[in-house]
């Protein structure tokens, strides 16, 4: 039931004193309550969604510093990721 | 989707796993407390990839299976009334009460909506201003503002016909008497990053410090979960009992701060009772004076309500992790997700409906670290 999707912010309006606004799902787009993040977002940002109401800003600084942790982690670079793509379109 | 697929990479999760075997030095065990990780964990065998390194118990989370019977079966007698349209998280549907379900009521003519927010009930209730809209509020902290907004807003806008049930639950008591219980097996937590994304770890603190466990406030993601699982195995091997924060793109230390405080304004703590464990000192919610008003149980008498749970479900030794889903002589067989005993099996983030959504009707051998 926790469950929280992170969707873009596409617009940011009131409803009778009520700060909403558009978000898109990887397509999907819904009207939800801005209320408990309004002060930190803008249109563009993304936003973690629970119920119809954003419940925190995503962090991109944080999300791509610990992605990059994991990243290095694994291995992968971009060349790497590039030679699998071509093997695999080789029928390696 | 933007920060979403990113965390489903097997190579990254590959690599966590490898790195989690290699660290640990004994098997470790390990609670997830929310029940969308338990769902992530089962569907992808996070658990049997890292056996032998790491247990994974999982916890009561599941606001759902947590419900105690005497709200469902308010909720029945609420939802069977003909001048009330009751409304409800999509999942509240199937948990059987005493004598039937909410899908059961529908079929015998009440008026049942899901909905997808709390706001959606209000909406309704201005819509349908000859009908009482009642709303079962129920949840952990992650959804408690969203309810509290509800109640806010029907005061603001001075909306008479809303009314909401409350069953709501917090985390942090609930770890507590699972740490105070004297069959406790759990040596580290998860603990449930949406849950935090609200009220952040700082009353976390207090019960890694005295329990001397680690807390890992972690995501939901493949990724998330591995990356929180071998922060809380890195803790365990150097002696550590520390709060962490793997849900860093989400979680601040402080939370937030406005849900918070609409939360605090609506509702205050009260002792509350959970289905399949019984009653934990502190750990719900209920109605502040301002908004009993709002209350249902307050607006509709019901009373004379007498519970009975089936005597073939072991859902609160699932819900304790004594028992895996698979251990109960009623699981696959009397009970099912189409003909649930007891509310594990009826959430998609039940234990039981997970081990049986994804095949697990038994133990598999762990392998070496």
């Known amino acids: ?92 | 989707m933007k920060y979403l697929t990113e965390y489903r990479d097997g190579r990254v999760a590959r690599a966590l796993i490898e790195e989690i075997r290699g660290t640990a030095t004994r098997p470790w065990v390990l609670m997830e407390v929310c029940g969308g990780q338990t769902h992530t964990i089962v569907k992808q065998g996070l658990d049997e990839l890292i056996g032998g390194a790491v247990e994974m118990i999982h916890g009561p989370g599941c606001p759902v299976c947590v419900t105690p019977l005497e709200q469902i079966d308010k909720a029945l007698a609420l939802a069977a009334r003909p001048d009330v349209i009751f409304t409800s998280f999509g999942d509240m549907l199937r948990v059987p009460g005493s004598e039937c379900d909410l899908f059961q009521i529908r079929a015998r003519g009440g008026a049942v909506r899901v909905v997808y927010s709390p706001l959606d009930a209000l909406d309704l209730a201005r819509k349908h201003p000859d009908k009482q809209v009642v709303f079962f509020a129920v949840g952990f902290e992650t959804t408690a503002p969203a309810n509290a907004m509800a109640v806010w807003r029907a005061q603001q806008l001075g909306v008479t016909n809303f009314t909401v049930l409350v069953s709501h639950v917090t985390v942090p008591p609930a770890m507590t008497a699972i740490l105070d219980s004297p069959d406790n097996r759990v040596q580290g937590f998860l603990a449930a990053g949406h849950v935090c994304t609200i009220m952040g770890w700082t009353e976390y603190e207090p019960i890694s410090a005295k329990y001397r466990v680690p807390i890992v406030v972690t995501g939901f993601e493949p990724i998330d979960i591995l990356e929180g699982m071998l922060m809380t195995v890195r803790q365990l091997e150097e002696g550590r009992h520390d709060v962490e924060n793997q849900y860093v793109r989400s979680v601040k230390r402080d939370g937030n701060q406005p849900a918070q405080e609409l939360v605090s304004r609506v509702f205050h703590l009260v002792d509350r009772k959970w289905r399949g464990i019984g009653e934990i000192p502190g750990s719900g919610l209920a109605l502040r004076e301002e908004f009993a008003e709002f209350d249902a149980e307050r607006r509709f008498a019901v009373e004379g309500i007498h519970t009975e749970e089936s005597p073939a479900c072991h859902a609160g030794e699932v819900l304790r992790g004594l028992l895996k889903p698979f251990e109960c002589p009623a699981f696959g067989k009397e009970c099912t997700p189409e003909h649930p005993l007891g509310a594990p099996m009826v959430s998609s983030e039940g234990a039981c409906a997970a081990y049986y959504n994804y095949g697990r009707f038994r133990a598999t051998a762990p392998s070496d670290v």
């Not at chain 1, 009131?14 to 787009?29: A, H, I, K, N, Y």
């Open chain 1, 1 to 92: 039931m926790c469950l929280g999707i992170p969707a873009r912010i596409v617009e940011m309006h009131e409803t009778q004193g009520l700060p909403m606004g558009v978000v898109d799902f990887g397509g999907v787009r819904r009207e939800v309550c801005l209320a408990y993040v309004a002060d930190q977002v803008k249109p563009g940002d993304y936003a973690v969604i629970h119920v119809g109401f954003a419940i925190s800003k995503v962090d991109e600084e944080e999300a791509r510093r610990t992605y990059e942790v994991l990243r290095e982690m694994s291995q992968l670079d971009e060349l790497e990721w590039l030679k699998e793509v071509a093997d695999r379109a080789e029928g390696v």
